[in-house]
């Protein structure tokens, strides 16, 4: 069984919402526009971290028409940051809008290709959309993003697997619950034999 689409809890999506605003802002105020003043750029990108934070809050809280308005001005103001794409493509994957969610994915790697959350939800929708090849490229290239990504290391593992590649999935799967002992009994009830504790 796959995991869901990358999700954290509310009281943890919180304390993130700070967290991605920042990383946000960053990514706003080295993009301002050749020819604007300092005092200006700095104002458009505290402007635009405002409205990507009250998205993501607006996420949080449930409501997805105002945090989809929000994302979508955010990308208005500034077509490069990659999270207002991503966090309005994780809004299209949790209404099943996967064609959708998968163009906004796509739309943030081809800012930073080595988005991590962006490769994982991607490999998720190749994998519903039974392109088990492409799915395995996706973590592959999640994992290489991200070596700690537990989940990307099991549900690698698990496609494998699936393909006959027992033995690299297998190992997968252990790297994964050495990341995550919690993940200990889903390989159990995959069948995944483990070593170790």
């Known amino acids: 069984m796959m995991f869901p689409p990358a999700r954290i ?11 991605v605003a920042s990383l946000a802002f960053g990514a706003c105020s080295s993009s301002a526009k050749p020819g604007t003043t300092g005092s200006t750029s700095s104002t458009v ?3 635009t971290a405002a ?3 009250r998205g993501l809050q607006e996420q949080v809280a449930g409501d997805l028409v105002n945090a989809e308005k929000d994302f979508k001005e955010v990308i208005s103001r500034d077509p490069q940051n990659k999270f207002a794409f991503y966090d309005l493509g ?3 994957q949790t209404q099943a809008k996967n064609s959708d969610s998968e163009n906004q994915y796509r739309l943030a790697l081809s800012i930073d290709a080595k ?8 490999a998720i929708l190749r994998t519903l959309a039974k392109d088990t090849a492409g799915a395995v490229m996706l973590y592959r290239q999640s994992i290489e993003a991200n070596a700690k990504d537990a989940n990307a290391h099991f549900n690698l593992g698990l496609l494998l697997r699936k393909q006959g590649n ?3 999935g297998n190992q997968e799967v ?3 619950v050495g990341l995550d002992p919690s993940l200990k009994a889903k390989a159990t009830a ?6 170790g504790p």
């Open 45 to 47: 990108a505290k402007t």
């Open 90 to 92: 994780l809004i299209y």
């Open 9 to 19: 809890s509310r009281r943890a999506a919180a304390a993130a919402v700070v967290v």
């Open 115 to 122: 988005f991590g959350p962006a490769l994982y939800n991607l």
């Open 51 to 53: 409205i990507l934070q």
């Open 166 to 168: 027992t033995a690299e």
């Open 174 to 176: 252990q790297t994964a």
């Open 190 to 195: 995959q069948g995944v034999p483990l070593t």
